[in-house]
């Protein structure tokens, strides 16, 4: 079975910034997708960023543009989220999330497994 296991989060001045991490087990590593995504309190779950483990360059949301960084560790098979420029708004619950295939979308209907989040909370 797949599974996905966050770590990182916790509390952050404004201003400041996160590092995330997702250890990926049980999934066949050259045709599969990991994304980011978090849920602020009383919104929907959004789609931060997603890379495809086979190769290709990783895609940014609006939310996560310019200020976000993904980047994949294969030998440790986790995937971690670095963000800066921390405002109360990225207070959410932050999850990992993956799902077989090559082509990756940030969709997060489009994804079969989830990790159990992790909060990040900003003031």
């Known amino acids: 079975d797949v599974q996905l296991v966050e770590s990182g989060g916790g509390s952050v001045q404004a201003g400041g910034s996160l590092r995330l991490s997702c250890a990926a087990s049980?999934?066949?590593?050259?045709?599969?997708?990991l994304g980011w995504y978090r849920q602020p309190p009383g919104k929907d779950r959004e789609g931060l960023a997603r890379?495809?483990?086979?190769?290709?360059?990783?895609y940014y949301a609006n939310a996560a543009k310019d200020r976000s960084t993904i980047s994949q560790d294969n030998a440790k098979h986790t995937l971690d989220l670095q963000m800066s420029s921390l405002t109360p708004e990225d207070t959410a619950v932050y999850y990992c999330?993956?799902?077989?295939?090559?082509?990756?979308?940030?969709?997060?209907?489009?994804?079969?497994?989830w990790g159990q989040g992790t909060q990040v909370t900003v003031s």
């Open positions: 890379i495809s483990l086979g190769g290709g360059r990783p």
């Open positions: 999330a993956g799902r077989s295939g090559s082509m990756c979308l940030l969709d997060p209907s489009r994804y079969d497994y």
């Open positions: 049980g999934y066949t590593y050259g045709s599969y997708c």
